[in-house]
């Protein structure tokens, strides 16, 4: 028999042309008609009606909201629906994550919060198995490799590049094995390509939304269609079996918000259930039921039958020749900056509600907030910037709240380590004793707007303090840069040693940003150094009054009044400029263009630019007429430069020198080294951009170099593994490029590289862009966009960003390593890993008044440096997790940071003693969980398929032969690592493998 398994589900976005709320509760109708409330009401009555009948549901950020209003009644009958298997969560997790912009951290915390709130709920039957990611623009491997650490037997999803598709449905290739990691054992992960994306078959859907038409089974009537519905739908799935190589099929019935009326598509599903069916009497092969993913997944485990093999990824996905859905890698730059702040504030947060020596009330909530606010912007279209402007404002709307939530959980902490009166014996961070009603000493308040360099509290106070929260579990040192109104400053830390500073002007582009309500015109400049690790140190800095012509902290220069402080600064016209330090130096050449760097007194090209793109625009009827818009990046073949010549200004300092580029009225950069750094950073400003020609513009940043990379590039998969790219070119299909440069673009969440035998250049980037290498030695990565035509993909608008009235500015940092390629170490890409980490969660600042406290007061008599742990954890350790679970519990993630080839010594696989470096808590017991920690490690099982060697395609050195690859192909050794479980009863040690996440519960002791 042909069996047909069908899958009723809804696909409901968790906000895009509506917010969340509007979605929720069916509001805004002249938008969309969609009601999630509705839909669950009325599905789980349905299955309640019919015992045969089964759904999906896959966003557990719309489920618990529909949770928590239901009697206890309905609850029950909602569990023992789960439990019979009738109603299975897919997915699961808190959204249903973009795979291009989402960073691996935001991902894992929003899977494993989905997954635990699931758990908790429903115990083992609510516990997914199956990944379903069916609207997503493009899959990245990092996303399946995740999905196969936490225990999913496989993944289904909807979209694949159009050419992609058409070759597998011909091949039978559809479903296949996707080897998700060059580094990870049991990293294999069945995925399933859907045939119809994730609709129902053309004429059977049956929704309210639909204009499908119903079955009519009227014995009598003259509008009996019967006959020739199943007759279509035979042909139908006739034609989707040619295209899998099993005797099943999945048949997706649902679309985005269906089921509103789940009655009416469950009756008319009931018929074509009876319907079909009952033609097997006169001899048809086609038995039809309903089913769910998991179901289906089984049944193809069971043939026992060989499957083809993937090892690349999904990007980029295209549509048609001429729509590339690589625009949205940058759509809505400052909203994607805005989550990579959200996700740092959520570490931090975690840690010190942890770390708290006593736990008040409000803190679990206030992290929860943080949580499922950072849940709701992986989905893909939040994070993505594909949703209309109404609901990105909802979103900002949405983390500003959340941030500020979890704001008083980090107040509360560190007042509570910080100041004696909070601080009492405990046996263990946990301990829930009632703490007293607090009266809070200092403020540890963040300034939200450094990025344009505005502080209220640093620019109006005399005396401040600024605490570094180090959220990593190494010692790390960061230069600080505090805005600031006066003259002269001295900053002191806690052992009365007075810490050198520079004043540097804050460029004059950002000082005339209209709505920049500010008086600082200079930033204070110091390092912060031996940061202690999960822990924080205090520097006390005071303005000095006492006389203005004194600048210890500053060259020789001219006087200056302590509202003008005399800065360091030159304007430089038609002369080249070098700014560095002992590592590195950098050149301008005599137009204002950085041209080339100098390390280990070799000198090499390096030249930088920004260029911009005209957008094509079209009217969209047909793809050759395909608008650049909000999801769609289709240059019109334009391209443009921004400038000739560059306007210098030098600033340079025992501290930081750089230079302050403006390229014109709206596109300018500072280039900067700081002292006893071996990167260069670069940090620029784009916007407005202007729009009043009619043409929308996409601004790229880019780098020349002498490299010859052949058509070679690296990009990174979700901050995770690097991906090769070639140009013009896939794996697995002779691909035809109609765009040539939207064609080639990829997402770039933290990292893109190129190299040859000897140079090597890597740019890495403080949130999501699309990034590409057009030409041999040179790199792009595209920093902001503004359009003026939607391109008809849903949204209808046109992504063109205002704020106060004027076009949107965003402004950014780019972190750049270049050198030759060596075998020492740290190599240039563990030097680049390493960096990668500490750009992603720098020390977070919190600044505090302390007019009325001098400073030996505050020496003497308050906690001014502190740290969670007993020592640090080795450089290429990174403790990803450290939150309060349930209770009396900790979550603790520790990961490799190298892939396995990239250092000799920091790629090795590394050993640490867990007791040693919590020695402060008291751990009873440590048990091993799957990634997303919903399942302890030695329960865990996940099905196995078998590989068709004839289907083995892998990339060569080139990147463009296929072949059969028996060291790839061959099992790869297991070490104690991969075992699971493996902590010594005596030694709590625990052995990490080059890329390897591990997951644990830490069981603390609890005394009363």
Known sequence: MLNVHLVPHTHDDVGWLKTVDQYYYGSETSIQKAGVQYIIDSVIQSLLDNSERKFIYVESAFFFKWWYEQTEELQQQVKQLVNEGRLEFIGGAWSMNDEAAAHYHSIVD??????????????????????????????????????????????????????????????????????????LHDDELFTGVHYNLYQAPAGFCFDILCSDEPFIDGRYSAENNVKAKVDKFLYYV?????????????????????????????????????YTNARQASGTNVNVFYSTPSCYLKALHDTGITWPTKSDDFFPYASDPHSYWTGYYTSRPTSKRYERVGNHLLQVCKQLTALAPSREEHMEPHLTVLREAMGVMQHHDAITGT?????????????????????????????????????????????????PEPTYKFAFESCHLLNVSKCELTESKDS????????????????????ITG???????????????????????????????????????????????LGFKSYFVTRAMDSVDDFVHQPAQEPATPEKPSIPAKQWQQEEVTIGNQYLNINFDSSGFMSSITVDGVTNRLHQTFVYYEGALGNNAEYQNRSSGAYIFRPNGTEKSVTETVQLTVVKGPTVQEVHQVFNDWISQVVRVYADEN?????????????????????????????????VFWTDSNGREMMKRVRNHRDTWNVDLLEKVAGNYYPVTARIALEDPN???????????????????????????????????????????????????????????????TSTSPTLEARERFLQNQVLLPNWLFFSDVSNVNYEDWQKQYTNIYSALSLSLPLNVHLLTFEPWHDNSILVRFEHLLEADEDPLYSAPVRFNVQDVFRQFSIEEVRETTLAANQFKEDSSRMKFKPDPSYIVYGSDTGRSSHVDPARSAPRPRSEADTGRNIADDGFEIVLNPMQIRTFIFQLEYRP
Request: hydrophobic share 35%; glycine share 8%; net charge negative.
């Open 110 to 183: 929003q899977f494993t919060w989905g997954l635990r709130k699931l758990n908790d709920t429903f115990g083992a039957c609510g516990r997914p198995r199956i990944g379903w990611q069916i609207d997503p623009f493009g899959h990245s491997r990092e996303q399946a490799s995740l999905l196969a650490q936490m225990g999913y037997d496989g993944l289904f999803f909807g979209r694949l590049d159009y050419q992609d598709k058409e070759e597998r449905m011909n091949h039978k290739r559809a479903e296949m094995i996707w080897q998700t990691s060059a580094n």
């Open 238 to 274: 006739d034609q989707q079996a040619q295209s899998y190589r099993t005797n099943n099929i999945l048949l997706t019935m649902g679309g985005d918000f269906t089921f509103m009326d789940a009655n009416v598509y469950f009756k008319n599903m009931d018929k074509l259930i009876k």
């Open 387 to 435: 949703e209309k402007q109404h609901v990105s404002d909802d979103y900002t709307r949405m983390m500003h709240r959340a941030m500020g939530a979890c704001e008083v959980n980090t107040q509360a902490a560190l007042n509570q380590i910080v100041d004696p009166q909070f601080r009492r014996a405990r046996a263990h961070p946990l301990d829930r004793e009632p703490a």
């Open 464 to 483: 401040f303090t600024v605490t570094l929260y180090n959220p990593l579990a190494h010692a790390s040192h960061q230069y600080v840069r505090v805005p």
């Open 487 to 533: 003259a002269r400053y001295v900053v002191r830390d806690y052992r009365n040693v007075e810490v050198p500073s520079q004043l540097v002007p804050i460029p004059e582009t950002v000082q005339s940003i209209s709505y920049r309500f500010s008086n600082a015109t200079t930033e204070l400049v110091f390092l912060a150094n031996e940061l202690p690790p």
């Open 679 to 711: 990167h260069i950073e670069f940090e620029w400003m784009v916007g407005p951009i202007p729009v009043e020609d009619g043409i929308g513009k996409e601004i790229v940043s880019r780098f020349y170099t002498a490299t010859q990379s052949n058509g």
């Open 759 to 821: 140079l090597r250049l890597a740019v890495l980037n403080d949130r999501a862009q699309g990034g590409s290498s057009l030409e041999d030695g040179s790199l792009e990565l595209m920093v902001h966009r503004r359009l003026l035509h939607d391109d008809a993909f849903g949204v209808d608008e046109a992504l063109d960003e205002t704020e106060f009235g004027r076009g949107l500015v965003a402004r950014g940092k780019h972190w750049v390593i270049f050198g030759p390629k």
